[in-house]
């Protein structure tokens, strides 16, 4: 006996009602799939007249999926990833994943470092976003994320702590010999650099109790990463999470200003959904971060050793 297939709606119906169970928006669903909204709304309504049940309730600016809806995305969007499953079978490929992180994680810790995983881990093809918008997993298709904060994060996720934010005060040799170190010579001639944390009022009241504020000038930045290539420029004082400089110290473009470090209270997590479809891989790389920032704690504690004694 020959087994059939039953019929399905079209794969453009289903193409398109799957991405608008994902952004709930028929517009943002129209620009993943390449289309125009009017053509997904249209695939939307027939493959609704095909089922004979309504899919989405329709708000003044939002969708909402019905309960009929909720249970036909997840068996669509499984069919879907069986389908990208048994073509990429055939056709292998490198994985690709995603990691999203800040702009100055990114810039100053992981871009330094990548080029020793990806020695290692040739068959993954590894795309960094980096935003200080916080990323949704599902929507944005983030397989791991670096978040900055606090926990929690939200529910279904695993969060692992990744270093602690400690941070230091750094300026280049050059600002330092024009202007004096201001342990000595105070914050008069120096311009302070901030960025959107503006934790220099709380560092300078434990490092120089005694130093008004007002004698320095300030300059402002959306980002840490801006703050700390301007100190390397020699534009002023900037104040860092001790592993973000710490190659510039030791390269000698940027010298520690004082012994002080703020310990924030916040911290840098691995954050990634509980279910995920390439579970050994985001391991492979979960390790590898860990592994990395308990490097470099253990070079910046044996550093502090060395100017202790």
Do not use: C
Not at 104 to 126: E, S
Not at 182 to 196: F, I, K, R, T
Not at 226 to 243: E, F, N, T, W
């Amino acid at each position: 006996m020959t087994e059939t297939i039953g019929r399905l709606p079209s794969l453009n119906a289903l193409r398109a009602f799957e991405a608008a169970s994902r952004h709930l928006n028929f517009r943002l669903a129209a620009e993943a799939l390449g289309v125009t909204q009017g053509a997904v709304a249209q695939q939307i309504r027939a493959l609704e007249a095909e089922l004979g049940m309504k899919l989405f309730e329709r708000h003044p600016r939002a969708l909402s999926l019905t309960e009929n809806g909720r249970r036909y995305a997840g068996g669509v969007r499984r069919a879907f990833e069986l389908l990208t499953e048994a073509t990429q079978a055939l056709r292998p490929e490198p994985l690709r994943l995603t990691i999203s992180v800040t702009p100055t994680f990114a810039a100053k810790w992981l871009v330094p470092r990548l080029p020793a995983f990806l020695d290692t881990h040739p068959d993954i093809d590894l795309r960094i976003l980096a935003t200080d918008r916080l990323s949704h997993f599902q929507a944005d298709a983030v397989d791991l994320a670096v978040r900055y904060g606090r926990p929690p994060f939200g529910a279904g996720l695993v969060v692992e702590p990744l270093f602690d934010e400690v941070q230091i005060a750094v300026a280049s040799p050059q600002v330092i010999a024009a202007s004096g170190h201001p342990g000595q010579a105070g914050l008069h001639g120096h311009a302070l650099l901030h960025d959107a944390h503006n934790a220099w009022p709380q560092f300078l009241q434990r490092a120089m109790p005694d130093a008004p504020l007002h004698a320095a000038k300030n300059i402002r930045f959306n980002q840490t990463a801006l703050a700390i290539d301007a100190a390397l420029a020699g534009q002023g004082l900037a104040l860092a999470h001790q592993d973000f400089v710490a190659a510039d110290i030791a390269a000698g473009h940027l010298i520690r200003l004082f012994d002080t470090a703020l310990r924030t209270g916040a911290g840098f997590y691995l954050v990634y959904p509980r279910r995920t479809r390439h579970a050994a891989q985001i391991a492979n790389i979960q390790g590898w971060l860990l592994r990395q920032a308990r490097a470099a704690n253990r070079r910046t504690q044996a550093g502090a050793s060395g100017r202790a004694r």
